[in-house]
């Protein structure tokens, strides 16, 4: 979103992933210097065939406007680099870790290096904690200013834990700005003590291209469309395992309907397996789906279930609000700063598998209320999620920090 503003971008990553093709216009700091030798052969044979080459060197490696710079001079075969992965280090009394590599003595030399104007953590348990812990390596006085995001469970989730608590508290007193998505979590912050600058709440996925996404929007009427959209998340906040009970309770208003699991976790197989014998639902778990496909299967469902016990604006209501499917999210995100419950969409609690069947029955029962959401949701996202007002949006808030500290 700040790409072609003409500013020195850095990235530290947290590990040794490959960075994102869509990256632009921005230098991306490993500990290492990244030897690829498959890569290597191949720029040799394209500048065989077409003299055209990847550039390497002393100033990292060149690819397109994307730089890659080793912090430390050392090679590494890219294959032993994942494997440093499993050294780990602690982020603070927490418990959360970091791989050694890419923990806050890596990161506290780079910033001594660059003196950023601004450091930008996006998430709390690894990213916050780790600059919290680079800050006091180097010392607060010479510290840059710094500005926290918040994600979906960074605290109303994490705050439950003692250790973690503590260690978000100590966060929130140590940063000059914040930026969430939900008013719910400026609340929390300053519950727990935050007395930095709060920039406007928005979401932190940047919007949607509008003029893609309806494109993208169907012309069949939710009413119409056979399909259900499950998120498949099972861990310390996903709860897709109280999804499935809920659609086994309410199998008897899903014939004609085909299910989708996207985003599964390995404990809902059997689970799906189980939903598909014994309930003769027709249920697919999807591996792995490309984001247009996602758009695309949102532009063809009735409606969308997502069950947690902790989240931010989960993406997925918003693409599914955008391309008309009819969003059923648990309460325990911050959905109703989004939806009308029992209107534009459904807020349901994250344990109750009777009162979410009930919801599902209803979402597929009632016409008029998913063809009429779908009109006001559009609405909604026209109004707050475009990407191209977004992106003003942050590229101003951006200015507003960066033109207070101008040295």
Known sequence: MIADQGWDLHLFPVNSMPALPEFRNITIHQPWFTVRPRAALAATE????????????????????VVERPIFPIPMLTRFARVANGFKTPLGASGAQAPLAYGPHVLARLIRKLKPDLIHSMEFQQCGYNVLEARKLIGEAKFPKWLATNWGSDIFYYRHFPSHEKQIRELLSSIDYYSCECHRDVEIAQSLGMGAEVLPVKPNSGGFDLPAVKQLRSLRPPSKRRLIMVKGYQHFAGRALVALDALAKASDALTGYKILVFSPSEPIYLRVDELRKYYDLDIEILQYAEHSRMLRLFAAARCYLGVSVSDAISTSMLEAMALGAFPIQTNTSCCEEWIQDGKTGFSIPPDDVGVIADRIREALS?????????????????????????????????????????D
Request: glycine fraction near 4%.
């Open 46 to 65: 394209r500048f065989a065939r077409r003299c055209v080459f990847n550039i390497k060197g002393d100033q990292g490696q060149i690819n397109g406007s």
């Open 366 to 406: 009632k016409d008029e209320l998913v063809d009429t959401a779908a009109e006001m949701n559009w609405t909604l996202v026209s109004n707050r999620l475009d990407a191209s007002v977004l992106k003003r949006e942050v590229v101003q808030d951006y200015r507003n920090l960066l033109e207070r500290h101008p």
